[in-house]
Each structure stands twice: as C-alpha cells, then as structure tokens.
C-alpha cells in the first residue's frame, strides 16, 4: 500500500498529548463547516469524476493478508462504537478504498471520522454537515447532484476524501492547514491536534510483517 508523506507542523506533533486529553473529553462529535469556495473548471471537473467513478469498493493492500489483518485489527478497535460486525466491515472496507484512492492514509480518515461524527453515518452538525466526515450540502451543487445522498456510506466517504485530498493540494501536502480548511478552521491548532491525537491513539496500524522486522 503506498501513502504520500504527508507535511505535518510543529504542532501537531507539539500538542498529540492535548489532543488525547481533549478527545477525551469530548461528549460530542465535531462538526465540519468547510467553506464554499470558487474552483476553477479544471479542479471541478477532476473532483466531479472523481466522485462519479462506479468503481466497487475494495480493500488495497499489497498482498491479501494484509489487507485481513487490517480489516480484522480495525474491526476489534470499533466494535464498541459500532456493534454490527457485517456493517462495521463495511464501512472499514470503503474507507480504506476511498483514502487509498484519494492518496490518503487510511488511518488518517479513520482519526477524522472519529472526530467528525463518532462513526454515527447520520450525523447532522448544527450548520448542516451530514454523515460520517460532515461533508457540506454545498459539494453536491459543486462537484456531484442533488439526488447523492451524503447520509450514504459510500458517497459520503467519496466525498469527503476527495474534499480532504482537494484541501492537501491547494496547501502543497501540509496536513496541519489541509484539516483546518476541512473543519473551517485555519490557522487554529485545536482540530488538527483532535484529528492527529484520534489518529496516532486509535488507529495507528504497523503491518504484521513490519511488526516482526522491528523485533
């Protein structure tokens, strides 16, 4: 599985303490407000096929059991949070295809998701962010159609991958900026730090075979 360095700021790093603490402490999801903004046609037009693409989700990884041992691992991690086994799969399944595809790390939009939404696919923010990664009403006049419902695991995963991906570019890599476009708040470390702290205390993930070179 190939993952993009991803630029990461002093304080992402300087702060992954207070992030867990305030995850902690957290009693309900973070919602995201990204901003509408002006795309030239070329950006919309790539992140319109990007969201139209009928590929069948998947799990990428470079050999079967790997992609096994992920999807098990990550599935003991959510039971509690998401009790169905054959759902919790799934959506697993679809994440770690739409974050691979996007040139995402998985685990990343694993963080994301635990930040956003606590994993509940119907989460509705107060300024209208819907699903998993509160992807804004906003995208769909943009980059898809009205009839995509965001409340849907597969299209509101696709979205907001391709959104997340869409924020990296226009910040050349730096994962500190990118997350606060995404949350609409740049410039301020707090959701970075919750992102990182959800990604690095959670989700981290070393293969197996990573696991017994390093012994």
């Given at each position: 599985m190939i993952m993009p360095h991803l630029s990461l700021r002093k304080p992402l790093l300087k702060h992954l303490a207070t992030g867990a603490l305030l995850l902690a402490a957290m009693t309900t999801a973070m919602a995201g407000a990204q901003r509408e903004e002006t795309l030239s046609d070329s950006v919309q037009s790539s992140m319109s096929?990007?969201?139209?693409?009928?590929v069948q989700p998947r799990l990428v990884f470079t050999n079967a059991a790997e992609g096994q041992a992920w999807l098990d691992e990550m599935s003991d991690r959510l039971?509690?949070?998401i009790p169905d086994e054959f759902m919790r799969k799934k959506l697993l399944t679809i994440a770690q295809y739409e974050a691979t595809r996007a040139g995402l790390d998985p685990q990343?939009?694993?963080g994301l998701i635990h930040v956003e939404s606590g994993f509940n696919r119907y989460a509705l923010s107060p300024v209208g962010a819907r699903g998993l990664m509160q992807v804004m009403p906003f995208w769909q006049r943009q980059i898809g159609t009205p009839q995509q419902s965001l409340f849907d695991l597969a299209t509101n995963l696709r979205y907001g991958c391709t959104i997340l991906r869409h924020y990296l570019d226009i910040e050349n890599g730096d994962l500190f900026r990118a997350l606060g476009r995404y949350n609409g708040s740049l410039g301020r470390a707090e959701y970075p730090n919750l992102v990182y702290g959800a990604w690095k205390n959670y989700y981290a993930w070393v293969p197996p075979t990573q696991q017994?070179?390093?012994k």
């Open positions: 096929r990007a969201i139209a693409d009928g039971a509690k949070r990343l939009v694993l017994v070179a390093q």
